[in-house]
Antibody, heavy 118, light 111 residues
Framework: QMHLQESGPGLVKPSETLSLTCTVSGGSISSSAYYWGWIRQPPGKGLEWIGN???????FYNPSLKSRVTISVDASQNQFSLKLRSVTAADTSVYYCGRHTIGAFDIWGQGTMVTVSS | QSALTQPASVSGSPGQSITISCTGTTSDVADYNYVSWYQQHPGKAPKLMIY???VRPSGVSNRFSGSKSGSTASLTISGLQADDEAEYYC???????????FGTGTKVTVL
């Protein structure tokens, strides 16, 4: 059974870059059947799609975050990563990684809390 | 990127049926049969309950059902149970550039 796990710093300073990694186990990230994506949820608020990538490297980003986001893949490690530049307190959220078909995120990681604070 | 619109809260008694609406536009819900629904209990990751408007993943109770009419999708929970008390989010495909958008979320309370 496939499992996704987020990892990375829980605290990032304002104006710096948030970097998270999602490790996929129980299956290959190079499957042509799926996209891999990131979603975030500010404390007490709703879900926000950040972006997706395909194993080939194609990427798709939320237009509101596109200028600050990069999602990349390391197929040799069965991982994909998120970088969010120039963070502010508004980027404080639980960040989830997920497996995505055209229709839905069918498998989610447990989530990791990232706080932006000096 | 504007979110899909859901009611903030819906409530019902055990055994009753409730319906949660999800209103989008001709750029998402109306144009594509890629609406999904997620259940989220406090402190937990969301769980996929419905995809492709009406399809239940393996293991999801048949008390959960989805439908769509025009730019509004709906999730119906029948035979409401205490464990159904959670936040529910809809989502939709929004075309090849945006790919995905979530709803505003609905808190379901079992009275």
């Amino acid at each position: 059974q496939m499992h996704l796990q987020e990892s990375g710093p829980g605290l990032v300073k304002p104006s710096e870059t948030l970097s998270l990694t999602c490790t996929v186990s129980g299956g290959s990230i190079s499957s042509s059947a799926y996209y891999w994506g990131w979603i975030r949820q500010p404390p007490g608020k709703g879900l926000e799609w950040i972006g997706n990538m395909y194993y080939s490297g194609s990427t798709f980003y939320n237009p509101s975050l596109k200028s600050r986001v990069t999602i990349s893949v390391d197929a040799s490690q069965n991982q994909f990563s998120l970088k969010l530049r120039s963070v502010t307190a508004a980027d404080t959220s639980v960040y989830y990684c997920g497996r995505h078909t055209i229709g839905a995120f069918d498998i989610w990681g447990q989530g990791t809390m990232v706080t932006v604070s000096s | 990127q504007s979110a899909l619109t859901q009611p903030a809260s819906v409530s019902g008694s055990p055994g009753q049926s409730i319906t949660i609406s999800c209103t989008g536009t001709t750029s998402d819900v109306a144009d594509y049969n890629y609406v999904s629904w997620y259940q989220q209990h406090p402190g937990k990751a969301p769980k996929l309950m419905i995809y492709d408007v009406t399809v239940r993943p393996s293991g999801v109770s048949n008390r959960f059902s989805g439908s769509k009419s025009g730019s509004t999708a709906s999730l119906t929970i029948s035979g409401l149970q205490a464990d159904d008390e959670a936040e529910y989010y809809c989502s939709s495909y929004r075309g090849s550039s945006t790919l995905h958008v979530f709803g505003t979320g609905t808190k379901v309370t079992v009275l």
